[in-house]
């Protein structure tokens, strides 16, 4: 059994920075991509940043410049540094990760979410 905890949500106003991160555990074999995706209340969970194994990343346009997705591949972990905050930003963030659990086949995997809320 594998799985992931994310950590630092918050309040913060706009304008101001928060540190999200995920920490994979468990019979882990693999993990491949990683990712941080978000929804807002009423709206479609939507893909905010993706990083692979080797560090390649992607991130979408409306955080472009201001987030930052990083991993650390000892650890099992993966976080999402945001500044420049904007009340738009204001979601439930869910960490990521296309896993191989030992003993069974690649399947991703999601985290609880954890609240981030930016104030104007």
């Known amino acids: 059994q594998v799985q992931l905890v994310e950590s630092g949500g918050g309040l913060v106003q706009a304008g101001g920075a928060l540190r999200l991160s995920c920490d994979a555990s468990?019979?882990?074999?693999?993990?491949?991509?990683m990712g941080w995706h978000r929804q807002a209340p009423g709206k479609q969970r939507e893909l905010v940043a993706t990083?692979?194994?080797?560090?390649?990343?992607n991130y979408a346009d409306s955080v472009k410049g201001r987030f930052t997705i990083s991993r650390d591949n000892a650890k099992n972990t993966v976080s999402l540094e945001m500044n420049n905050l904007k009340p738009e930003d204001t979601a439930v963030y869910y960490c990521?990760?296309?896993?191989?659990?030992?003993?069974?086949?690649?399947?991703?995997?999601w985290g609880q979410g954890t609240q981030v809320t930016v104030s104007s």
């Open positions: 468990g019979r882990i074999f693999k993990i491949n991509a």
């Open positions: 990083i692979t194994s080797s560090g390649s990343t």
């Open positions: 990521n990760a296309v896993m191989v659990a030992t003993g069974s086949m690649s399947r991703n995997y």
